[in-house]
């Protein structure tokens, strides 16, 4: 990584700026007695992951069906009568918390660089921690970036090199000078693809932005 030429940072969410656990939402949905009749084990857990996930959660991410189509489609699988609402706070449940020393990291590179957010997310997550963000920092998470990136927006996700010519169209960026940190590394090799600097964030390892960015 030649940190000289990098004028951009392009940051993931999940994994990098806010904690996940699917292992939550796999949980909470066994509780409800999701079935997929598509996964060889059936649960949740075979259906959807930080790396490989079935074509309804693609379509989610994508934008392609709205929040009550995506609840719809769920209830498919669960046997027992179940609100949006319970829906919704078991796909939430994923969702963790964000430390406070990456926020503060990602206003000290605004100093000094471009900075932007590259997320595959859906609208029942985006509003679910963006009202969690307001509330334990009070300001809107978007106004951490020059500009926020979703999946389920532009109707791209990752590791599509679609939405990396997107975003540095979009933005009018040179993919040289950009720096794209993810801890995927289907994502980090199709960012590569696409003539971005990387960093990969290996969870696995319990790597982290504040200790691994250093420009």
Excluded: C
């Amino acid at each position: 990584m030649q940190t000289n030429k990098i004028k951009n940072i392009i940051f993931d969410l999940g994994g990098v700026i806010i904690n996940l656990d699917t292992q939550k939402t796999a949980t909470e949905m066994k509780k409800l007695g999701f079935a997929d009749p598509a996964s060889p084990a059936g649960g949740f857990e075979k259906s959807y992951t930080l790396t490989n996930q079935t074509n309804l959660f693609d379509l989610l991410e994508k934008g392609l069906i709205s929040p009550v189509q995506f609840r719809a489609e769920i209830r498919k699988y669960i046997s027992n009568p179940v609100s949006d609402e319970m829906i919704d706070s078991v796909w939430n449940a994923m969702l963790l918390d964000f430390p406070k020393d990456r926020i503060e990291l990602i206003g000290k590179t605004r100093k000094n660089y471009r900075v932007f957010l590259l997320s595959n997310t859906n609208k029942i997550h985006f509003d679910k921690y963006s009202s969690d963000f307001k509330t334990g920092y009070g300001f809107n998470f978007n106004s951490l970036f020059e500009q926020a990136y979703y999946s389920f927006e532009i109707g791209y996700r990752k590791p599509d090199l679609e939405i990396f010519r997107y975003v540095l169209k979009h933005s009018n960026m040179i993919p040289e000078e950009t720096l794209f940190i993810d801890d995927s590394e289907i994502n980090i090799k199709a960012a590569q693809s696409a003539g971005l600097q990387t960093l990969h964030i290996n969870l696995s390892e319990n790597e982290d932005i504040v200790t691994h960015l250093v420009l």
